[in-house]
């Protein structure tokens, strides 16, 4: 079956440094790749997503490009803030169905 | 625009009892979804309700869960005689009706049981 597999962490920064956050995937047909994202306390939030291939999904300065040929998804910012710590979900679905399918969530530390 | 309700937020619950899950999905949300987060797992997906109809429970376990999601009042996710093994953070999504697609679904804080 779908599955998301993504890097294990904790991953810890230092404010502005550069973060990667490894994530791939094996689907059947072209699923659509997001990232969410969880604050301590909270529930999950839709970060981005990317509906196809060659699709960038960015916002809040966090990018993920959809690479059909590696099928990946990495999860990238230029310069992290403290403010960013947090878990974050790698997930797939497809059209034509009603589930989410999570990876196993990386949690960020970012220190001052 | 309140978002998606979960109620508790904590609950502790000896082995046998039973456990109930509140969702209040948001303001205008016909489908609600429930996930359930093991310990050091990502969110697996257990049911999907619609008003007084359930669509898909291929994620449910067969035995002790029951999902419900009434024409009025909160979706129930009900656990009997609990295990420690449903100890869990466990997770309601809404989404509107129209256009609906699974990257609209929008998450409650989620209900951590324990299970003593």
């Known amino acids: 079956g779908d599955s998301v597999t993504q890097m294990e962490g904790p991953v810890t920064l230092s404010e502005e440094a550069f973060l990667t956050i490894n994530c791939t995937y094996t689907a059947t047909g072209y699923p659509s790749l997001f990232w969410y994202v969880q604050y301590p306390g909270e529930g999950l939030q839709l970060l981005l997503k990317a509906t196809k291939a060659d699709d960038k999904g960015s916002n809040k300065g966090f990018e993920a490009t959809y690479r059909k040929e590696t099928t990946s998804f990495h999860l990238e910012k230029g310069s992290v803030q403290v403010s960013d710590s947090a878990v974050y979900f790698c997930a797939l679905s497809h059209a034509s169905d009603d589930k989410i399918i999570f990876g196993k969530g990386t949690r960020l530390h970012i220190l001052p | 625009n309140a978002g998606v309700m979960q109620n508790p937020r904590h609950l502790v619950r000896r082995r046998g009892q039973e456990a109930r899950l509140r969702c209040s999905p948001m303001k205008g949300h016909s489908h609600v979804y429930w996930y359930r987060q093991l310990p050091e797992e990502g969110l697996k997906f257990m049911v999907y309700?619609?008003?007084?109809?359930?669509?898909?429970e291929s994620g449910m376990p067969k035995e002790r869960f029951s999902a419900e999601f009434p024409k009025e009042g909160p979706s129930i996710l009900r656990i009997q005689q609990v295990v420690r093994g449903d100890s869990a953070a466990y997770f309601c999504?809404?989404?509107?009706?129209?256009?609906?697609?699974?990257?609209?679904?929008?998450f409650g804080p989620g209900t951590r049981l324990t299970v003593t």
């Open positions: 999504a809404s989404s509107p009706p129209v256009n609906r697609r699974s990257y609209e679904q929008y």
């Open positions: 309700l619609q008003k007084e109809n359930i669509i898909d």
